[in-house]
């Protein structure tokens, strides 16, 4: 492991441990599972799930990965024998994540602000019915226009 993937495990682990212990943390989105809704650049607020009870449909949030955290919206929750399980979808990703368990979800997105890099406010809004498929043409054809301006950039 390299100096670089030290620090990212270090400061994933510090994030779940203060979400563990009720506070409130703010990092940086990256990717575009989230476009239009969250755009890479954004930071982001996670509070812990603990502080406003359980998730709803509609709402942002915030699923442990064994490299992180991933932000997608949560779009059901199914009971088998007995217990809940959640299943999150980024809002333009082709298809759902795997279903998880409470214990596996560290945080609700509460708020979100713009940087340098993305200067345009976040909508964390609760969102029921994200248009999966037009979400994810708008994402192909934004990296497709980014690949066609570094082409036309590398041939000057």
């Given amino acids: 492991m390299n100096n670089g993937q030290n620090n990212h495990a270090i400061v994933k682990d510090i994030g779940l441990k203060l979400l563990s212990e009720g506070k409130s943390i703010r990092i940086k989105a990256h990717g575009y599972s989230m476009y239009p809704c969250i755009k890479p650049g954004s930071l982001i607020l ?16 915030a699923v442990r990965r064994e490299n992180g955290l991933i932000a997608h919206r949560l779009s059901k929750i199914i009971n088998k024998n007995g217990i809940n399980y959640y299943i999150a979808r980024g809002d333009s990703n082709a298809y759902p994540d795997n279903p ?3 214990s596996n979800i560290a945080g609700r997105i509460v708020g979100a602000e ?10 964390i809004r609760i969102n029921p019915k994200p248009n999966y498929f037009i979400n994810r043409i708008r994402v192909i054809g934004l990296l497709l226009w980014k690949q066609g301006k570094k082409r036309l950039r590398s041939l000057n």
């Fill in 46 to 61: 996670i509070e812990p799930i603990s502080i406003k009870g359980l998730p709803r449909p509609g709402e942002i949030i």
């Fill in 100 to 102: 998880v368990k409470i």
């Fill in 114 to 123: 713009t940087t340098g890099e993305n200067p345009v406010p976040a909508d």
